[in-house]
């Protein structure tokens, strides 16, 4: 706790002089002229981003306001994918537990979620994701589907249960732009 | 974990801070130079200045053409094309009724897809716009000069008219290809009997070099895919045309699974020379058909339409070396053409990457005879002997390529919503801009010729939420414009766009603002029912059929006062406006007409229909504001009883 504490003192503190700095810089002569505001820092901006309370939440923010998926989110969004996840899709997600993150090799997380590894994660991450909007009977039909990250993933299903990738769905959730089917494992692609 | 986060939290914060602050103050390099007050002088078009560029935006399902200015985003007109148009009384008037005429009847609506502008030696020339309608399949012409539309053609055999309307380098086709395979010719049979039986389409459609007039010369029957976009080649790749094409599977439902069970589609390339050379020859098989040609003459203001009853098709398997399939991943969706002709880019809308094959390679194949196998007859080639290399994107669903004509490539991908720029030729990604939301289509001008004017690009969105003020739940599409002269992409303004656009076309203002028709001659005016003197206006009876040979000129009509029409009675208003002068139109509306108005430009003559259903006294106006007295600009009609003896009348100022 004391060193969280100490961390996000010195993180207001940063943010701080930052304000400052800005609000120190002498004004440029022309005042005029309108100032846009779509700047370059267009990293958070987007579609993930739009205050919406009255349509059917997209699978983002299903996952968000899942505290089952508390590190989905996480990694979500160190690999800067939200914008991908609420476009029109249709979109089916795979979303691993919490648990099904904890049960990887230790570190394994905290390696990916580094920025040196952004790619990497970004793959895998898609690698959850399909162009489609199918339920648990209907993927039945299916042998394969192709994935975000341009690979494919097998379908089994074993008595009543259906598994992606070797993941089984254990929950499905409709979403405004597709459906999130929660499963019990972390799909990692297939190597090249 | 959760210490991380917030930590990793911070530092973002930070770092967003520390870039909008360096923004705010316009520090540092090019990217700050350009932001703030240069964003917005770039798209400042000064009161009474002019644009830059024309851009020419397909409407979609509004069935029209849009003309926007670039860079201001002012839109300029709306033509009607595909759909009636009540503010022209296009689609309304006796004279426009035939352009929507097709072998179902009148269609008085469709869905306008991919305008592509007349070119000369691969270079727009301006001189007409062409636009596909998609559902009931059609292609247009709109003259650049009066920019009205003059001609209509209907695709027979043809279902889905998508991937279309695009031009060869000289003009000399319009091609138009059928996105839904259907039994050729049509008849009643089982759906899921589609496969095998089922054929694709491709229309090649003669532009006579002096008038434009079309011609449907010939159709080359593919098997039953859909063929879904397309672009000529051009330099050397001039005389090919290719297609993308995906449900390469022949399934006839549930598409967006079956239809995405192999791992590659193709590309059709068509040499079209080879098939024109065919055809001269007497080759092909004369086949009964029904499609309507619709023309619209600029002397007598009016339109004809003809049925034609007869095409020519071709069976591509007969004519060796005319047709190929180039294998390209994942149900590819745009298929765009470099400036050089070299290089062909297929986006598959599934994928990640893109894939450009090489025309070079594609020819060094087709003569080592390099190939994969067949479909139906026709040589596929083997992917890796036509590939020239892969776009390693990071993107998600790529769809169309635009080109700047410095080596650049511009490619839009819908699902991770942005435009990515890469490099011809090393495949390097050189830049990544977001766009908002969800972009279709996008536009450089020129962008998909042998000459672009790599300026700006327009991406053209799907989705607009929250971009402008919000008007219910239904929302007008967001283009975004960027200023693509630099080394990085940078957004500069944003506008709505009236319909859906699909594709846009952009061309110099220079090239055609100075050959822009500002009045139509009186003299020249050939319109059977014009009245080229008011003392030639009058009223004629032909049985229950009375026509009204009008004038108008600021501010009356002539005649005014017109008696003796009776209930039951059809009235046709044959208007000529006589004004001489540029932007005098007048227009005309009848109280109770089932129809829309009439607004007619200066030296032009309209017809509208009115029959009358009330006795009584009824007016009609001038609906455009035309000049100072325009409130006095009206008249009157009497209208009696279907059996009174009230004599036909017609005058003005008694």
Redesign the interface.
């Known amino acids: 706790m004391n ?2 504490n100490l ?2 003192l ?3 503190f ?2 701080m002089l ?2 400052l ?2 609000k120190n ?1 002498p004004k ?1 002569e ?1 005042t005029s ?4 505001t ?10 993930a981003f ?3 309370d009255g349509s059917t939440p997209n699978v983002l923010q299903i996952a968000i306001g899942s505290p089952e998926h ?2 989905l989110v ?1 990694a979500v969004q ?1 690999a800067d994918l939200e ?2 996840l609420v ?3 249709p ?1 089916m997600v795979f979303a691993p537990t919490n648990k099904a993150f904890d049960a990887l090799p230790a570190e394994t ?2 390696d990916l ?1 580094k920025p040196e590894n952004k ?1 990497t994660l ?1 793959n895998i991450l ?1 690698h959850h994701v399909t ?2 909007n ?1 339920t648990i009977d209907f993927l039945k ?2 042998k394969k589907l ?1 994935q ?3 690979q494919n993933t097998t379908v089994e299903v074993k008595g009543n249960d259906v598994y992606v990738g070797g993941a089984k769905i254990i929950a499905s959730i409709p979403a405004g732009n597709g459906i999130v089917h929660v499963v019990d494992k972390v799909i990692i692609p297939p190597s090249k | 974990m959760k210490k991380y986060n917030y930590y990793l939290l911070t530092l973002i914060g930070a770092a967003a801070l520390l870039s909008s602050c360096g923004n705010q103050n316009g520090g540092g390099k090019s990217s700050n130079g350009a932001l703030s007050s240069s964003a917005a002088e770039k798209v400042y078009v000064a009161p009474g200045e002019q644009d830059e560029f024309y851009a020419f935006m397909s409407g979609g399902y509004s069935g029209n053409l849009t003309v926007y200015g670039l860079p201001s985003g002012r839109m300029f007109k709306e033509i009607p094309v595909f759909s009636q148009f009540p503010t022209s009384g296009y689609g309304y008037s006796e004279e426009t009724k035939p352009m929507l005429n097709t072998s179902f009847g009148f269609v008085p609506w469709d869905d306008a897809h991919h305008p592509d502008i007349s070119q000369t030696k691969g270079v727009l020339d301006g001189r007409w716009i062409f636009i596909n309608g998609n559902n009931t399949p059609r292609i247009a012409k709109i003259d650049l000069t009066t920019f009205e539309t003059t001609e209509i053609i209907e695709i027979p055999n043809s279902a889905g008219n998508h991937s279309s309307s695009f031009i060869t380098e000289n003009t000399e086709y319009v091609v138009a290809g059928t996105r839904f395979s259907v039994p050729v010719p049509q008849r009643d049979m089982p759906i899921n009997e589609y496969k095998g039986n089922f054929k694709g389409a491709l229309s090649f459609i003669s532009v006579a070099p002096d008038d434009g007039k079309l011609n449907l010369e010939f159709q080359i029957m593919m098997p039953g895919f859909n063929y879904d976009l397309s672009h000529p080649g051009r330099g050397k790749s001039h005389g090919w045309f290719f297609f993308t094409t995906y449900n390469t599977e022949e399934a006839n439902s549930l598409l967006e699974v079956n239809a995405s069970q192999n791992d590659k589609d193709f590309i059709a390339a068509i040499n079209w020379k080879k098939v024109e050379e065919y055809v001269k020859n007497g080759g092909g098989e004369k086949m009964p058909a029904n499609y309507a040609h619709n023309v619209y003459d600029e002397h007598t203001h009016t339109a004809t339409s003809t049925m034609k009853k007869e095409v020519i098709t071709v069976d591509p398997t007969k004519i060796p070396g005319a047709v190929f399939f180039l294998p390209t991943p994942k149900s590819p969706h745009g298929c765009d053409v470099d400036p050089s002709g070299e290089y062909i880019i297929g986006n598959g809308k599934l994928s990640a990457d893109l894939t450009v094959h090489s025309f070079d390679n594609m020819i060094a194949a087709i003569e080592g005879k390099k190939f994969d196998g067949e479909a139906y007859g026709i040589p596929i080639l083997k992917f890796e002997d036509v590939l020239a290399g892969t776009v390693k994107s990071g993107g998600l669903g790529p769809l169309h390529t635009e080109f700047d004509g410095k080596g650049n490539a511009y490619t839009t991908f819908f699902i991770s919503s942005e435009v990515v720029k890469w490099k011809l030729g090393t495949w390097e990604v050189l830049d990544r801009k977001p766009t908002f939301y969800s972009v279709g289509h996008l536009m450089i001008p020129g962008g998909n010729s042998a000459k672009p004017y790599g300026k700006y690009v327009v991406a053209m969105n799907k989705i607009t939420k929250d971009r402008y003020l919000p008007t219910g739940p239904e929302l007008e599409h967001s283009a975004q414009l960027y200023d693509i002269t630099g080394d990085k992409m940078e957004l500069i303004y944003d506008f709505p766009t009236h319909g859906e656009p699909h594709y846009a076309a952009g061309i110099p203002a220079e090239l055609l603002s100075s050959k822009s028709k500002k009045i139509y001659r009186l003299t020249e005016n050939k319109h059977p029912y014009a009245v080229l003197s008011p003392d030639k206006a009058r009223v004629e009876r032909n049985g229950k059929e009375v026509h009204v040979y009008m004038s108008m000129i600021r501010s009356h009509f002539t005649p005014d006062n017109i008696e003796g029409i009776k209930v039951g009675d059809k009235v046709y208003f044959h208007i000529t406006n006589h004004e001489q002068d540029f932007d005098v139109p007048h227009g005309f509306a009848m109280i109770g007409q089932n129809t829309s108005e009439l607004l007619i430009m200066p030296g032009q003559t309209k017809t509208s229909l009115w029959e009358p259903k009330k006795e009584g006294i009824w007016p009609f106006y001038c609906t455009d504001f035309c000049s100072a007295l325009h409130q006095e600009m009206q008249g009157y009609v009497r209208v009696s009883a279907a059996n009174s003896n009230v004599p036909l009348t017609y005058t003005l100022g008694e």
Do not use: M
Request: hydrophobic letters at 30%; aromatic letters at 6%.
């Open positions: 060193t969280n961390k996000s010195i993180g207001s940063l943010i930052f304000i700095s800005c810089e440029t022309n002229v309108p100032k846009t779509e700047t370059e820092n267009t990293e958070k901006k987007g579609q739009i205050e919406d508390s590190t996480t160190a914008n991908s476009n029109a899709g979109l997380v905290k979620l790619a970004a898609k162009a489609g199918y039909k299916f192709g975000a990250n341009d």
